[in-house]
């Protein structure tokens, strides 16, 4: 059994800087890919950073120059370090994971089998 459990949500100012945090949890097998969505109210969830075993990323254009996504093998987990935040990245930020190879680009939900419960970002004007 595979659990994710995100960190580090909360509420910035725009312009600010948060990390989000995603333990990983169980036996994921050691060829994995893994990605961050967000889901804003009202709207549906989108794809936001990914990356895989090989250590390709791929980002939103929304998110490009301002994301970062990490992983840390050692202590399993996945990071994502957002930065220049803006009031449209508010949402609920979920963290997802995969195992095996990543065919395509990683930032669609059909791509992950494995999701976390979400931590909330608010970013105020």
């Known amino acids: 059994q595979v659990q994710l459990v995100e960190f580090g949500g909360g509420s910035v100012q725009a312009g600010g800087s948060l990390r989000l945090d995603c333990a990983v949890f169980?036996?994921?097998?050691?060829?994995?890919?893994m990605g961050w969505f967000r889901q804003a109210p009202g709207k549906e969830r989108e794809g936001v950073a990914t990356i895989d075993g090989d250590g390709i990323k791929n980002y939103a254009e929304s998110v490009k120059g301002r994301f970062t996504v990490s992983k840390d093998n050692t202590k399993h987990t996945l990071v994502l370090q957002m930065n220049i935040l803006k009031p449209e990245d508010t949402a609920m930020y979920y963290c997802?994971?995969?195992?095996?190879?990543?065919w395509g680009l990683g930032l669609q939900e059909s791509e992950y089998y494995y999701w976390g419960q979400g931590t909330l970002v608010n970013v105020s004007s």
């Open positions: 997802a994971a995969n195992t095996g190879r990543r």
């Open positions: 169980g036996d994921l097998d050691s060829r994995n890919y």
